[in-house]
């Protein structure tokens, strides 16, 4: 279903029924080792699952307009296998994009896809924590930020907020959506982890060792605005309330949505 910019709900109401969730004990896990193995971890995802999980994100120049502006250069960081990007490059002919992910999988499934154009994607693989990227300093129109954020590690965030910076033009933008704040799958599927650094609280993880982080609209402005980088554009809660009918019970998903200009 197609949820941008939705608010089924208030996301303050959602807040208050769950805060005592964040004052939960911790799982006792070596967090250092989650931090070494999530890019194995991905890659095992990517092997397993062989490009048959995250569904075409079309809806994406829905809630990112500027998307469909000619002669875009973008950047997609965590590109996976390319949910995001074919159908962007379907329905903008003049933009070249460079996606990157640390999964070799994701890219190899990526590049096989009959879709793939060498000429307009450059697909590669950088683990955009430990690795620079591979494009030229501010030659980046857009950012684009899918899920992939909350897979990395809260103290590693201003590292990446430093390296997108830099492949942006000034006035570039980060386009960025991801998981919110007492979305379901924080409250259900993953295990809270303590997070001490920078003051970062609701990072989770889930069976298969990735991580998780649930981000508050606060968070977000604070990892974007930090040494002056980005200036705020957009940023808020997109909540979905879907009805399982079996069991008569609503689940209530959040996201948050964020575009940020560079200062
Ligand atoms: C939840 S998936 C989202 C994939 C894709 N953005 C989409 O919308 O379907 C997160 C992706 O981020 C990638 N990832 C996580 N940490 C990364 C890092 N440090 N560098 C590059 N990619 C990373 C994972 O391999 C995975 O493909």
Wanted: proline share 3%.
């Amino acid at each position: 279903m197609t949820s941008f910019h939705c608010h089924d709900f208030d996301w303050n109401e959602l807040a208050a029924a769950c805060e005592g969730q964040l004052a939960t004990p911790v799982e006792n896990v070596d967090t250092s080792n989650l931090c070494t193995l999530a890019q194995d971890n991905w890659d095992v995802f990517h092997a397993k699952n062989n490009g048959k999980v995250y569904k075409p994100r079309n809806y994406l120049y829905k809630e990112f307009p500027e998307l469909l502006k000619d002669n875009l250069t973008l950047l997609e960081i965590g590109c996976g296998y390319g949910s995001a990007i074919f159908p962007l490059l379907a329905q903008s002919p003049s933009m070249f994009a460079h996606v990157c992910d640390f999964s070799q999988h994701a890219i190899t499934i990526l590049q096989e896809n009959s879709e793939y154009d060498g000429k307009r994607c450059h697909a590669f693989v950088c683990d955009v924590v430990s690795q620079e990227i591979d494009v030229p300093d501010a030659s980046i129109d857009i950012v684009l930020m899918i899920f992939v954020l909350s897979a990395i590690p809260p103290h590693e965030f201003d590292n990446v907020m430093a390296k997108i910076y830099k492949a942006l033009k000034p006035g570039g933008i980060v386009c960025f959506r991801d998981y919110g704040l007492y979305d379901l799958a924080m409250l259900r599927s993953s295990k809270r982890i303590e997070s001490t650094s920078h003051g970062f609280n609701s990072l989770y993880y889930r069976s298969d060792g990735t991580l998780a982080y649930f981000f508050s609209k606060g968070e977000l402005e604070r990892i974007f605005t930090a040494n002056n980088r980005f200036q705020v554009v957009e940023n808020e809660y997109n909540t979905v309330r879907l009805r399982n009918r079996k069991t008569q019970t609503n689940m209530d998903r959040v996201w948050v949505h964020g575009k940020f200009q560079k200062i």
